[in-house]
Each structure stands twice: as C-alpha cells, then as structure tokens.
C-alpha cells in the first residue's frame, strides 16, 4: 500500500474505534428514558409517593420525567383520621412517551368508627366495610341502641350477605358455590361515607366492594352502595331504612388489578341470592327465639320470656328486633326468611355450599339445620338460642356491569301491652300459622312492618 494511502486509512480507524467507544463503555451512566406519567385514583385526591417520596401531588396528576423502569408507587386518601384509603404496588414504567397508572382504592375504618345513625330513637354504628349495627365490629361498643342513647344494646352484626354459582364464563372457578362470610372479612371500604341531612332525615351512603378471604373460594367481584335513612319523626322513629345497590365489577380492570384471579372480562353469577344479614342480641342472647310473619315481609327475634336484667328500664318489656323487605329486587321469584344458630355460621373456607342452600332455602339432610315444609320459609325453630335472620331473594342473574337493587328496613318495638306477662315463655310456634300467640305480642312491630312501604316511599333520598 502506498504509504500516501495509509495515513488516512489509520486515522479512519482509530475515529470508528474512539467512536465505537463512546456507545460501547459500559462504565459510562446511561441517560434514564423519561416518562410522562399520569396517575389517577378513584376516589380523586390521594397523596402520592414515588419511592417513598412525597411529591407534594394529589391526583390526578401528570408527573412529568419519571425515568422509565420500576418504582414503588404509593397513593394514600385521608377523609378522616380513621377513614384512610390507599393503594399502594411495584409498577414497571415503560420506555414509552407516555403512561398511565388508574388505581382503585381500598380502606376505610373497620373498627372504632366514629360513623353513627342517630336521628330517631335508633342509634346504629357502621363503618366503611359495610357492618351495620354491628358492635362485635366496635369492641363491644353498643352497635344498635334503642331507644336512643340511653337505651339497650339490641345488634351485634349486619351485613349484606350473598351466594351465587360461577357462569362457564369463570373459565377454572366456574360451577364454584362462592359466598360472603358472616363474620370474617367479606368487604372492604371504597370511598369515604357521605353524610347528608335534610329536615328531620339523616343520611349516610357508603361503598364497599367484595374482597378476599380465601381466593378462588370466596366471594369476588361485586361493588355495593349501601345508603341508610333515619327519620326522627313521629311514626319512623324506630326504623332504620337500608338500602343496597349491588353491582358486578368483575370486568373492571382497576378491580382486577387488585384481584387477579377474576378472569379477564370478568363472569357472571347465576343462581344468585341476596339478603340483608341481621345478628339481634336482646340482652343475653341464649334465651331468645325467632320467627316470621310472611305476609308482612317481616323476621324478627325476641327474648323468649320477655325479662332480661340486662336491658336496664326495658328488663321486663325488652323490645322485638324486626328485618323487613321493603323493596325487593327485580326479577326474583323466590324468597326465603330464614333463622339460623351461631353454631351454623359458615364463616370458613369450607362452607360457601351451605351458605347458598340457606340463602336459596334448599337446606339438605346433612346440613345443621333443615328446611320448614313451606316453600317462603327457611329454618324455623322454638329452640332457645343465639340467633341470625335474613329473608333472602333469587334466584338471580347478574353479569359484568348489572347491577340490582333491595331496601330493607330494621324495625324496633315494645311487646303489646297485656299479651304477655315477664318471666313466662312465648314460644314462635309454626310461622305459618296465623292465629299464633306470638303475633300479639308483636302486633306494634307488624303495624309498623305494614306501613314501611309507604314510609320509605315518603323518606326515600
């Protein structure tokens, strides 16, 4: 090679080798590839921390220059110093112009909830997971007071209860029996409870949303607004109306990013059945008894021989604790009042089958307690005990994105005045038996039972 040639040839080289360099050293940084990133939350408003630091932001926000890759993202609501709400996950940024990252929350208070019913003579403790009236969820605090804030602790639990089966849209889970539990975790808050008053009504809406004891076993996929009604006025007094509006989320992609086992579009719940859940304690709570009064829509339990010292004033006059339907859902054929024992709690992984039957009124031979002969009655017993009631509606059908509706109503009232004498025992007798002495005992609760309908039609928000 002429050596005229060669110079340039080497000086060639040496700027593809310093050139290659510059791409190639590996000990040199690399520019991050920055993102434009959106965060959204339902509810609005949560704080939000990039790899535990504030960023002095609430969304929705547009976070400019995040560098792609993972990060801990953390949002975080406060309503309240007890109703707190969050989201919190390890998210991958991708190397893209923009992202977006839409979160559901999840919170609320469970316990010690300063969130109170109190118009009227019915005093009632609920928080954001949907237990109403429910004081084995308050430390023992009195969950339904009556006749006002003097007055007996009569609830220990209520809640919305509800079994379905799985469509063979559920992909592995379907044909799988799935239910709430009574007493464990069933639901969790949504959003923070919103109060309004107007006039003598007060009114409390909150929402919630399945959640998951057991996956693949427990109940997933359904949101609830859960919206109570107290009037303090002259005939309403001692009611507490309830209603619920549920709804299959199943499909939403904010809830199945919390709850990846729900398959991608989300299923359907056939057979399905609903109830409102109601565990009455009128003082002790081995002594009382239950029955129903099917023309009226109306369940409710009573100490069997109506003296209790531990009812103070109302020790030998305890009130009967109802659970009325004021509206039932739509396109359900089939009702079912029913009572059952604390021992036939199916709160476990194991019993969501049972849960159903009892709902759907189909108990069978093997479960703890059998069907009455009548087609509108579940368990029905003169057996002392510790009792839950429910009346329960089906069979339904709910796909992603349905919804269906009920109200019910808790219903406080003395026993009638010279139907019973403290100290000796009324039993229910058959609840399908009209002229049953019990009935006229509880003939203030049935009248009050009979004008729900137009109350709520009056007082509804």
Known sequence: MPSGLRQPILALAWLVTALWGCFDDRSRPTVPFLVELTVLSDP?????FLDGDPLGRTTPATLAEVPAGRHELLLEFSATPTQVFGWADTVTVPEEPFDTIDAALQGGCRRNCPLLVDRGRIR???????????SVFFDLVPGLEWPGASGADYGAGGRLLVAAILDDDAGAQAGDTVA????????????????SSSGRRQIEQLEYWATSLFYGASLLGLSVRETLVAVDSTGVEDVLFINLQIRNVSGDERYRYLYPSVPEGGYTFREFYLGFGLDPDVGRTDDDVGTFDPDLNLAFVYDADFSDEELGDFSERPAL?????????????RRTLTLWRITDDWDGEDRQDFAWRLLAGRLQSGDPIRDHPSPDVG???????????????????LAPGEMTEMTVALVLAEPAAGTFTPGTRIPPGDPTDPARTILNVAADLRALAAELPDLWARYRP
């Open 44 to 48: 609005d408003g949560a704080e939000i």
């Open 124 to 134: 009632c403790l609920f928080n954001n997971y949907g237990d109403t009236c429910a």
């Open 180 to 195: 709430t539990q009574v007493y464990e975790a069933a639901w969790v808050g949504r959003r923070p409870v919103a109060r």
């Open 321 to 333: 604790v109802g659970l009325v339907t004021v509206e039932p859902p739509a396109g359900a054929t």
């Open 379 to 397: 368990h029905a017993s003169n057996e002392l005990a510790d009792y839950r009631v429910t009346e329960a509606y089906g069979p339904l059908r």
